[in-house]
């Protein structure tokens, strides 16, 4: 019943909108394909990740705060509870937030890995009847790439985008020394390490749906850390002018 429900809600229109633009495009390229289907659902999620994004940036502003009530009040833990909850409301700040939006988008990233991983294989008893039924799709992306095998640069390049992408997610906090912020360091290194090796045992068109989505958000935090920059020297400038 849930995975009859699953393909009829995520997986069965993803692969019906990849073949759709692959019969669209020169030479019905799958990886052009993937690129585009994958960008079209990063847009569409792009609300959420947005606000993920922001109540990160939220929660680590006040992690000297967090700190220090934690230490304030590790004897009573009621009180510690409380304090932290009243820190949240000032701020705006609903850590549940992360988790939600987080939650909304597993299934579609499940989708899009399986619909992705067989992508190369044309079912068309799947295609709904409007959409274009190529005879076939070309899985060489490039002339280089074939996107049914591993390709190792391709998977290096996965593992490096992931570290970029968690350096820029997790900025250095020499101040701070909690467990989280630790393990958040450690991540930026031995995760993108445990990715590249993954994406070097799976097919190519893996690889380039995760280094799509990967550059995808590295854009992403570089335009909210611009926009941020920006409202911050308005605000200065405002006070300053206000003086």
Excluded: C
Aim: hydrophobic share 50%.
């Amino acid at each position: 019943m849930i995975s009859s429900l699953f393909r009829q809600i995520f997986f069965n229109p993803l692969y019906n909108l990849l073949i759709a633009i692959s019969a669209f495009l020169p030479g019905q390229s799958l990886g052009g394909a993937i690129i585009v289907l994958t960008i079209i659902v990063k847009l569409t999620l792009l609300p959420f990740q947005h606000q993920t994004l922001k109540m990160q940036k939220k929660l680590k502003l006040l992690e000297p705060q967090l700190q220090a009530l934690k230490k304030d009040y590790h004897q009573n833990r009621n009180e510690q509870a409380k304090q932290i909850m009243a820190l949240y409301q000032t701020h705006g700040v609903n850590p549940l937030t992360t988790f939600w939006t987080i939650l909304i988008q597993i299934p579609i990233v499940l989708a899009l890995f399986l619909v992705f991983r067989d992508s190369a294989t044309l079912h068309p008893d799947l295609l709904y009847s409007f959409v274009p039924r190529p005879e076939t799709v070309s899985a060489n992306w490039l002339g280089l790439v074939d996107l049914t095998k591993v390709f190792f640069p391709l998977s290096l390049s996965v593992g490096l985008s992931q570290f970029i992408q968690l350096w820029l997610a997790t900025p250095s906090s020499p101040q701070l020394s909690s467990p989280a912020v630790q393990i958040q360091k450690q991540m930026r290194y031995w995760l993108p390490v445990f990715i590249a090796f993954a994406a070097s045992t799976l097919p190519a068109a893996i690889s380039l749906y995760w280094l799509t989505g990967n550059l995808f958000t590295i854009v992403h935090e570089l335009f909210i850390r611009r926009a941020a920059a920006l409202t911050h020297q308005s605000e200065k400038d405002g006070s300053s002018t206000g003086q």
